[in-house]
């Protein structure tokens, strides 16, 4: 009996953890169906690991098997970085480095490496704009790399590749340069290019006199989602929320009513999702289904007054979208109508990452480097937890394997029972 169970042992060791591929999930959409997280942790408590890094991002970590990929960049982004960790003991495996001389705008709250790496079992992906994207195996040899042009935009890029079957589909922008594009994931060669109007980089001088041109932009991750039994990618744009076809980069599905920021991701449920802009504009929500402009017959309802400024995606559970807005006042909103059902302040301020969903609770860390548990609660804010760390942070956790994987400004930790 003891050499079967210390077999049966040995097997489980070896089998792969669960996987947590991309930022905001292996689904894209915040949910976990993870189990044994952590509750509770601190400086001294259920941390297995850390691991510092040489400066400050506000890209989140992503976990594939046996590995902790991250990026960050050093010297205001001549040095661009993808490190890969060990997640057994947080141990540096390899790094690359991509050098960069060019002059790239950002914004001094976004430094540069804000886009999260996305990873399949072969390779991982990671974009650093006008630096280029990159594909590497996991033992961090290059297997492709292609130049996508410039971007320049006053606050910087941060939207994140993601990998879809034999694809790695992203929002390249903003500026005067906007597309979404899809390469093989295997070569790099483009699958189809769709183009954006773009707009105002906000780099432009400006004559006092003249009227001025809106300052445009998405950073929105693309998200795929099943509809009617067939794939799409929805991205939020300036002024719209639209679909592509996966295959041809065709528009299929647009719906309007969004303002001229896109910072958050589009936010799903069963039948229906939720758009928001950014920087107090207006938030919508759509059924899914039919094609071509569905706004008139698809837009449930335009949120246009008293809204608060939001950097990170909620979750939608049910009815109820759960969301962290950056002033640290997080919100219940009933999907279907877009009533808010209620308002509350969250301890700690400001809050630029995505609420995550796993175990019946919600997670959500705020800038002071504090993670938030908090129950689902559609009634009243009811906060179960409030974990430190003590060292600021603007990304979103991921969960692998009955662990909590979070980057702060200084290091990426492992959090363990």
């Known amino acids: ?216 932009g ?29 295959d041809s980069g065709e528009v299929v599905w647009k719906c309007s009513g969004l303002g001229d920021l896109a910072y958050c991701d589009p936010m799903f449920g069963k039948d229906g999702g939720v758009a928001m802009s950014g920087y107090t504009g207006p938030a919508i929500g759509f059924k899914l289904g039919g094609t071509g402009d569905v706004t008139e017959s698809h837009r449930l309802w335009r949120s246009t007054s008293k809204n608060p400024q939001r950097i990170g995606s909620g979750v939608i559970i049910g009815n109820h979208l759960f969301m962290a807005n950056e002033p640290g006042i997080a919100q219940c909103i009933e999907l279907e109508t877009g009533k808010e059902l209620w308002k509350a302040r969250l301890p700690g301020g400001n809050v630029w990452g995505s609420i995550l969903h796993a175990e019946g609770r919600l997670y959500v860390t705020n800038q002071a480097g504090s993670t938030l548990v908090i129950s689902p609660n559609p009634s009243e804010l009811e906060i179960l937890k409030v974990n430190h760390l003590n060292e600021r942070s603007n990304s979103t956790p991921a969960f692998s394997d009955g662990e909590i994987f979070l980057r702060t400004f200084k290091a990426v930790y492992c959090v363990s029972k």
């Not at 970590?61 to 057994?88: S, W």
């Not at 998405?218 to 996966?246: C, E, L, N, R």
């Open 1 to 216: 009996m003891s050499l079967v169970i210390h077999s049966l042992l040995a097997i489980l060791l070896e089998l792969p953890a669960g996987d947590w591929p991309q930022y905001r999930g292996p689904s894209g959409n915040g949910h976990s169906t993870e189990t044994g997280l952590p509750l509770e942790w601190g400086p001294e408590k259920n941390i297995k690991w850390r691991a510092p890094l040489p400066g400050p991002g506000n890209s989140s970590p992503i976990v594939l098997g046996q590995r902790v990929f991250v990026t960050v960049a050093i010297e205001n982004g001549k040095h661009r970085h993808l490190y890969c960790f060990d997640r057994k003991d947080g141990k540096q495996l390899w790094v690359k480095t991509v050098e960069f001389d060019g002059n790239e705008p950002t914004h001094n709250t976004n430094p540069y490496c804000g886009s999260s790496p996305a990873a399949d079992e072969e390779r991982v992906v990671v974009w650093h704009s006008s630096a280029g994207l990159f594909c590497y195996d996991h033992e961090g040899k290059e297997l492709w790399k292609r130049d996508l042009g410039k971007f320049a935009h006053i606050w910087g890029y941060g939207a994140s590749p993601v990998i879809y079957k034999d694809k790695v589909i992203l929002n390249c922008g903003p500026g005067e340069r906007t597309f979404v594009i899809t390469l093989d994931k295997k070569t790099g060669k483009t699958v189809w290019q769709t183009d954006e109007p773009g707009g105002a980089s906000g780099l432009e001088k400006r004559n006092p006199n003249d009227k001025q041109a809106p300052w445009l």
């Open 218 to 246: 998405s950073w929105s991750t693309p998200q795929v989602v099943t509809v009617g039994g067939k794939d799409s990618v929805f991205v939020a744009m300036p002024h719209h929320i639209q679909a592509y076809d996966p």
